[in-house]
């Protein structure tokens, strides 16, 4: 079966810092690139960054450039979202998905997600 489980989420103020985990099973891990997406509530789904399978290139929406950096274990199977320097507006819950190719090819496989609250 396929797998993508997140971890990390949690509650922490504004400035604070959390560092995120999606740990892959089920399919060939290395052909997959993987994305980070949120939710806050009464909101639209958003992308916030992307790592692609072949050369490791990172995509970020701007609201998040320069604080979040993604990056990925293919030995682990697992995809890492540090993120710092957090803001209220990053409250949502975090969802990782796998996309076969490149980043924005389209969701192959989507996981559950994880709740971080920033307060401020």
């Known amino acids: 079966d396929v797998q993508l489980q997140a971890s990390g989420g949690g509650l922490v103020q504004a400035g604070g810092s959390l560092r995120l985990s999606c740990a892959a099973s089920g399919f060939t891990f290395d052909d997959y690139a993987i994305g980070w997406f949120r939710q806050a509530p009464g909101k639209e789904r958003e992308g916030v960054s992307c790592?692609?399978?072949?050369?490791?290139?990172?995509h970020y929406v701007d609201s998040v450039k320069g604080r979040f950096t993604i990056t990925r274990d293919n030995a682990k199977n697992t995809v890492f979202l540090q993120m710092n320097s957090l803001k209220p507006e990053d409250t949502a819950v975090y969802h990782c998905?796998?996309?076969?190719?490149?980043?924005?090819?389209?969701?192959?496989?989507w996981g559950q997600g994880t709740l971080v609250t920033v307060s401020s």
């Open positions: 790592i692609s399978s072949s050369d490791g290139s990172t």
């Open positions: 998905a796998a996309e076969r190719f490149s980043c924005g090819s389209g969701i192959d496989y």
